[in-house]
């Protein structure tokens, strides 16, 4: 028995001189909590109930994309294990899960957490534990900070980009413009306004006729539709979400204001928004997009959307394929495979988000073509290209340059 | 006047002897004290963490047990007084750079002072029109916090962050621990103060009022006054509790201060065992640790298993925590006389 014990002792003992000796060779597996050999544990936070649990689609998405992966042999061997917690968009609840999921759970790092102030909660405490929180659903600009905040990461092109795209569109082409601004009064809607405001320069005063605010608990926003026609203005850029963009888009119809209408891509959906708000009433709308738009008959036979479509039908069946929210999922949570493939061996915490940083025009099947995923040790937003387009018909018509409007945070 | 005063005589459970009946006995207290002081050494830093919001939310479901408990009064407006300790709090440290255990007592004054305005008028309703009107101040608080007058300090829909204190003195504990038996000392003290003010004169105004508004003025207890310091020391704690809360999350925002929070107190009183002030940090674990094992059980249905779990609370021992302490006490006293 001892004897044994003492052979095989020495063998380990011989196999780590050579492990140790031959360096790169045999690149050592490197790994911090969360990953072995066999599991990659990823952590997620998401608003399954609550205020914004629409949103919730987003995380059975990406659940259903990682049993895909799985089901394929997962990523260098390893398959992932996908935590997803409920805040209801609470941020003292989002903390608790947070550290529910670092130091009960031990996750490699937390994805995709979702909402603005939910990571803000626990943005301070990912860093000082120096433990990833990639790719975070937010659309604010303050995500890109490597320098003071060098473990989170954004995901999609920030609101302030997009209203500097529009401001540019208009400065060129309407010099003259007279405008009118209807923004939801929180953090999403005051972004995009400080984006535009900025991207207008010193303009911004002169050219801006009104803005109107509104709160996301008001049944209706017709009355602010009227008070922004009364001023005058011939150009209108809409900051509103889906249910509101609608009412706007149809009650500028019934009173027949027509600017120029500038809708922000939040709720640039044909499903969601523009049928609703009935399609004669959406023409020559302006707006921008990142994503290939599920319900856009354009994409009936582009592989991309192929691929989406049988992943939902074996993975996800019951996903409402009209829902932007799947087609985001589905796309970052390929974002996050991307990453963790090119970790390779080394699965720790510091290879993560060096190889998240060093993304290089990576297309994927979900984005519009000619988009594609960049990033840098200084540039942390690694989607930050848009394209304009106008509706048509019933679909959106994509005009002009793929434009980048990157901003920091 | 309601439903304070069915839940105290309707079932012998609870009946009379309320001084008495509002703590536990000096044993048991020691245990749980024990139990408090000793449970961190042995737990990983997460726990200690949910163990701190035990308390903190134990806190404020037990400022609701003086109001509802003590002065049959009912609110469901506690979230903007907690909101507005958080803020307290939260702004003196991060734009003036005060002491954080400096912040408590000023965010404790500071939301006594605004309960006690807000009784002022809340004193003409009762009942379920007093619950309304607090409901009113549950709803505006969100909004008012993030109104751009305040926005300088609030820091809007933003939130500030706050920097969480390390231990003083050079002392070895993690920064979980230390605010974690800082947490503990605070609530032990507004425990003891709480118990003490209940058995006092105020507190024997304060429950001649609940059970009986009438015969209280007929016996010269100034009902107004008793009933707006009522208020105000409910306030008052949960303001404390809030600031507590925004050194632990590190972080305040309008989102978190929602009705829900309020709702949630309520229901952590309810379960607690209304008017029994050592239930209160039972009413807090259910509210804090329910939800997720809801969340566990299924992901898709977590509302409706928290529903579930909680009708079957009401159902089974309808005066809460409170019901299944007396049961124990009867128990033991049995099998002590065999």
């Known amino acids: ?409 | 006047m309601s439903a304070a005063e069915e839940v105290v005589t309707e079932a012998p459970a609870v009946e009379a002897v309320p001084k008495r009946a509002m703590t536990l006995g000096y044993g048991t207290s020691l245990v749980v004290l024990a139990a408090l002081i000793l449970t961190p050494l042995f737990v990983k830093n997460f726990i200690i963490f949910q163990m701190t919001m035990l308390l903190i939310y134990g806190l404020a479901v037990l400022a609701l047990n003086i109001l509802t408990g003590g002065s049959g009064q009912f609110s469901l407006g506690q979230s903007a007084f907690y909101a507005i300790g958080a803020y307290t709090t939260a702004i003196l440290m991060e734009h003036f750079n005060v002491n954080y255990a400096l912040t408590l007592p000023v965010a404790g004054v500071i939301c006594f002072a605004a309960g006690f305005l807000f009784g002022q008028p809340a004193l003409r309703l009762s009942g379920v029109y007093l619950a309304l009107a607090t409901f009113a101040l549950a709803t505006a608080m969100p909004q008012l916090l993030k109104l751009g007058f305040f926005e300088h300090w609030t820091g809007g829909v933003q939130g500030l962050v706050v920097t969480k204190p390390d231990a003083p003195f050079g002392l070895p504990l993690s920064q979980d621990m230390w605010l974690y038996y800082f947490t503990l000392a605070i609530t032990i003290g507004i425990y003891i103060a709480s118990v003490n003010l209940l058995r006092s004169r105020s507190g024997r105004a304060f429950m001649a009022i609940r059970d009986n508004e009438i015969a209280a003025s007929a016996m010269g207890v100034d009902v107004s006054l008793y009933k707006t310091l009522a208020f105000g020391v409910s306030a008052g704690i949960t303001g404390v509790a809030g600031g507590l809360g925004a050194i632990a999350v590190q972080f305040v925002a309008p989102d978190g201060y929602t009705i829900t929070l309020a709702i949630s107190l309520f229901l952590g009183m309810v379960v607690g065992g209304v008017g029994w002030l050592p239930g209160s940090i039972v009413g807090s674990a259910f509210i804090i640790f329910v939800p997720n094992i809801a969340e566990g059980i299924s992901k898709g249905l977590s509302g409706a298993v928290f529903g579930v779990l909680l009708f079957l609370v009401i159902f089974l021992v309808p005066h809460g925590a409170r019901q299944v302490a007396l049961i124990a006490q009867q128990l033991a006293a049995k099998l002590k006389k065999n």
Request: charged residues 20%.
């Open chain 1, 1 to 409: 028995m001892s004897a044994i014990h003492l052979r095989l002792g020495a063998l380990a003992a011989a196999v780590a001189l050579l492990a140790v000796s031959s360096g790169h060779a045999l690149a050592q597996k490197r790994y911090d909590v969360g990953a072995t050999d066999t599991e990659i544990k990823i952590g997620n936070i998401m608003p399954y109930s609550g205020p914004a649990s629409a949103y919730g689609v987003i995380g059975k998405t990406e659940a259903a994309y990682f049993n895909k992966i799985n089901a394929e042999g997962g990523i260098n061997g390893r398959k992932i294990n996908f935590i997803s917690y409920d805040d209801a968009y609470s941020p003292p609840k989002t903390v608790e899960q947070a550290r529910k999921l670092v130091e009960s759970d031990e996750v490699l790092l937390i994805f995709n957490s979702l909402g603005t102030p939910p990571n803000t909660a626990i943005q301070k405490y990912m860093n000082q534990k120096k433990v990833p929180q990639l790719f975070v659903a937010t659309g604010a600009t303050k995500w890109n900070d490597p320098k003071d905040f060098p473990w989170t990461m954004g995901w999609q092109p920030n609101y302030q980009s997009e209203s500097i795209i529009y401001a540019r569109y208009i400065l060129k082409n309407h010099p003259n413009a007279r405008i009118a601004v209807l923004y939801q009064n929180d953090d999403y809607g005051k972004d995009y306004l400080k984006g535009f405001k900025d991207g207008l320069g010193s303009k911004a005063a002169s050219m801006i006729m009104i803005e109107e605010s509104y709160e996301v608990s008001e049944p209706s926003i017709d009355s602010h539709i009227v008070k922004l026609w009364s001023s005058g203005a011939d150009v209108f850029f809409n900051i509103t979400t889906p249910k509101f963009a609608a009412q706007a888009i149809k009650k500028n119809a019934e009173i027949g204001w027509k600017p120029l209408h500038f809708l922000n891509n939040v709720s640039s959906s044909v499903g969601s928004v523009l049928k609703p708000a009935g399609l004669e009433n959406a023409q020559d709308i302006i707006s921008s997009n990142y994503l290939k738009d599920p319900t856009d008959p354009q994409w009936k036979n582009d592989p991309g959307m192929i691929a989406w479509n049988e992943f939902l039908d074996k993975y996800y069946p019951e996903a409402n394929r009209s829902d932007a929210a799947v087609m985001y999922g589905y796309t970052v949570a390929q974002g996050m495979v991307h990453v963790l493939k090119a970790c390779g061996d080394n699965l720790t915490h510091e290879n993560i988000m060096k190889q998240a940083a060093s993304i290089r025009d990576l297309e994927l099947g979900g984005l519009l073509p000619g988009i594609k995923v960049n990033t840098s040790p200084t540039d942390f937003a690694p989607l930050a290209q848009l394209q304009l387009m106008r509706f048509k018909g019933d679909t959106w018509e994509r005009f002009g340059d793929i434009l980048s409007g990157d901003v920091g945070g």
